[in-house]
């Protein structure tokens, strides 16, 4: 499987604006990578918070953008995935290096380290402009709706 646009993204997971944290799938090779976008805009809500005058991404908000394209690789990775979606279910190791900002382009890749049945540790990093903005390890499990 190779690319996926935002309404193949919204037949997989749940989630709906203003909670979609992922725009395009760029690249996917089931039970190995992924590659996901996400445009980060001024319109976002939260920038309305954080923070006013020196607005940048939350953190968790980051990570949980993540999970969304490390879910696809689960998701891609397993056979049965008929009436189920992918959980974040744990991070490990997270690292914040540099700030994300409107107007980034983040750039968001997983590798798959381990699967068990549906059970998945996947190595996500998160870039804008090469650089290295976020990194993690994310856990998952497949379940049932």
Do not use: C
């Not at 997989?12 to 090779?29: M, S």
């Not at 540790?121 to 990194?135: H, K, N, P, T």
């Amino acid at each position: 499987m190779g690319k996926l646009d935002i309404n193949e993204i919204k037949s997989i997971i749940p989630h709906r604006y203003p909670f979609l944290l992922v725009d395009r799938i760029r690249e996917l090779e089931p039970e190995e990578k992924v590659t996901g976008i996400k445009n980060v805009t001024i319109n976002e809500e939260f920038f309305q918070g954080h923070f006013p005058g020196h607005p940048i991404m939350p953190g968790v908000l980051i990570l949980e953008s993540m999970a969304q394209v490390g879910g696809f690789l689960l998701y891609q990775s397993v056979e049965d995935t008929e009436g189920k979606v992918p959980y974040f279910t744990g991070v490990d190791k997270a690292k914040f290096r540099r700030p994300v900002v409107p107007g980034d382009t983040l750039v968001i890749k997983g590798e798959l380290l381990r699967l068990r049945g549906t059970l998945a540790r996947i190595q996500g990093q998160s870039y804008v402009q090469d650089e290295l903005a976020a990194e993690a390890i994310l856990t998952f499990v497949l379940q049932d709706k």
